[in-house]
């Protein structure tokens, strides 16, 4: 079973530019959660979404934005990049929606940076 | 608020040695606990995770935790280290009565473990 693919891998882009991250999720998974991870920050909850609706969203700008198709697989988009939005951008998904009975399983993630 | 805290941002051992690596949260509620262990150029991958059921929670590649509701501590140790537990671990935790979705993970700043041969 194919895991969770994270496409582009790496991605440079320059300030004021916008950009789209694509995770497509385990078969079978309808719940993909994003996460942004920095050095400075650390890892922080960006979204998640649940069968197309975002359940959850964490306390990023409005510049973030995502979406979740029919299939499950989901895309972040940045729009008007900023040289902090440099990080890597981390796709997860899983079976279900409650933590406490389901694993999320995590891509590669997409290593973005902003000039 | 939730806040999760890592004490040691690496941690060095000798193969064969006891790995501990500590954690300590902040939740006003019971919590969901976890374990993440993310190798050079990967994700994160569950190690384990506490649900409220046995305070002793075993996980994968030989590492355990233990909840600690007195300590507010869910440190993970592996009695023996090995060369490929070299990589950073992250505690992160998920409040019980936020409705228990995925998306609400609020992790640590992690800790890098190094194995010495």
């Known amino acids: 079973k194919a895991g969770v693919t994270q496409t582009p891998r790496y991605l440079i882009k320059t300030r004021g530019q916008q950009v789209t991250l694509s995770c497509s999720p385990i078969?079978?998974?309808?719940?993909v959660s994003w996460y942004q991870q920095t050095p400075g920050q650390g890892l922080q909850f960006l979204f998640e979404?649940?069968?197309?609706?975002?359940?959850n969203k964490g306390n990023f700008p409005g510049r973030f934005s995502g979406r979740q198709f029919s299939n499950s697989r989901s895309e972040m988009n940045v729009s008007t990049l900023e040289l902090g939005d440099s990080a890597l951008y981390l796709c997860?998904?899983?079976?279900?929606?409650?933590?406490?009975?389901?694993?999320?399983?995590f891509g590669a993630g997409t290593r973005l940076s902003v000039l | 608020a939730q806040s999760v805290t890592q004490l040691g941002s690496h941690v060095s051992v000798s193969e064969g040695a006891l790995v501990l690596l500590r954690c300590n949260y902040s939740s006003s509620v019971p919590p969901y606990l976890f374990w993440y262990v993310q190798y050079p150029n990967q994700g994160l991958q569950l190690l384990l995770k506490?649900?409220?059921?046995?305070?002793l929670v075993k996980g994968i590649n030989g590492f355990e935790a233990e909840f600690k509701k007195s300590e507010t501590s869910f440190h993970l140790t592996k009695p023996s280290a090995h060369m490929s537990d070299a990589a950073e671990y992250f505690c992160?935790?998920?409040?019980?009565?936020?409705?228990?979705?995925?998306?609400?993970?609020?992790f640590g700043k992690g800790t890098k473990l190094s194995v010495k041969p």
């Open positions: 078969s079978g998974h309808r719940s």
């Open positions: 992160a935790v998920s409040p019980m009565n936020y409705g228990g979705s995925q998306g609400n993970l609020i």
């Open positions: 506490y649900t409220s059921a046995a305070t």
């Open positions: 979404y649940f069968s197309e609706t975002q359940r």
């Open positions: 997860a998904s899983s079976l279900g929606e409650l933590i406490a009975k389901n694993i999320q399983y």
